[in-house]
């Protein structure tokens, strides 16, 4: 078992942001990755369907012999985490946890904001859990809708991407918040433009950075870290959409080839259903 790859899911390429942070931390690992582009975004569709795409795609990776499954998604962690880690029998982490913990850390003034998309905002979840560690925190989240379309156009180096970002965080002006968490993991790609916004001051937390030390203590805790030499060239990455767009995207942001890109028909996924 403890040689399998570890699973991460994801509505498309957001999840690359926090594979980022665990091949630096466990460069032994094998990855399986599922990105469904081809019906991004989920953000906007109501959490029962989200619910419903992200058991076909955790049974997908199951079904490819996965050790642990990382839900490197926030929206679909809000979905389903609970549901996953109840029907599954290998460890099962979201990422809202980590980012929630970094950021009442990170904190000095304990003034939080929140970003992701409308799902993950309207859930509240991040709200709920920061207030759980730090009762006199002061959180205002913001859904960012239009970052998860720039992304996946792989338009966030363009122009259009500032202009977005200013118009969507306008409702921040005036905040005497000193940290931000990027709660989705579209984000982190937009990251740049983002503290440009806000300036030195603010920190952002990535909660990739903080999953990617959750993976590794599940593996110790388990015994499953991978002693196979060698493991970095196995990489799979699965996309619902045009595969050529994804190895373009996960080349630019991972700064590496070490990996294969294979796409994969909604449809085929559809069979993995409950
Ligand atoms: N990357 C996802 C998240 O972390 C969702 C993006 C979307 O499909 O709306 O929430």
């Known amino acids: 078992m403890k040689n399998q790859p570890i699973g991460f899911l994801d509505s498309g390429v957001g999840g690359l942001t926090v594979i980022k942070e665990v091949m630096k931390l466990l460069p032994n690992e094998e990855i399986y990755y599922i990105g469904d ?8 569709r109501p959490l ?13 990776l199951v079904s490819k012999g996965i050790k642990a499954l990382v839900i490197a998604c926030n929206t679909a962690t809000v979905a389903a985490l609970e549901v996953l880690q109840e029907q599954l029998e290998i460890p099962v982490i979201g990422v809202i946890e980590s980012g929630t913990k970094a950021a009442v850390t990170s904190s000095k003034n304990q003034k939080i904001g929140v970003i992701g998309t409308q799902g993950t905002i309207q859930s509240n979840e991040y709200e709920k859990q920061i207030l759980k560690l730090s009762q006199r ?28 970002v200013s118009k969507e965080l306008e409702p921040f002006l005036g905040s005497e918040m000193d940290t931000l968490v990027l709660g ?10 983002i503290q440009d916004f806000f ?10 950075v903080e999953t990617a030390i959750q993976v590794q203590a599940i593996l110790n805790q388990f015994e499953m870290q991978n002693d196979k030499i060698d493991n ?25 080839t070490d990996f294969k890109v294979e796409h994969i028909p909604v449809k085929e996924i559809q069979k993995h259903g409950k």
């Not at 582009?37 to 906007?44: K, Q, T, V, W």
């Not at 029962?48 to 997908?60: C, K, P, R, Y």
């Not at 959180?139 to 180096?157: D, R, T």
């Open 37 to 44: 582009s081809a019906r991004n975004p989920y953000g906007p």
């Open 48 to 60: 029962s369907e989200v619910l419903d795409f992200t058991i076909q795609l955790a049974n997908f």
């Open 137 to 164: 925190a002061d959180v205002q989240s913001v859904a960012c809708p239009q970052f998860v379309s720039i992304v996946e156009k792989h338009q966030y180096e363009d122009e259009l991407a500032k202009n977005v």
């Open 184 to 193: 989705c993991t579209h984000y982190p790609l937009l990251q740049s433009i």
């Open 199 to 208: 300036g030195e001051d603010l920190t952002l937390i990535d909660p990739g």
């Open 232 to 256: 970095a060239k196995n990489h799979v990455f699965y996309t619902t959409g045009p595969a050529n767009k994804f190895e373009k995207i996960a080349k630019d942001w991972l700064k590496s």
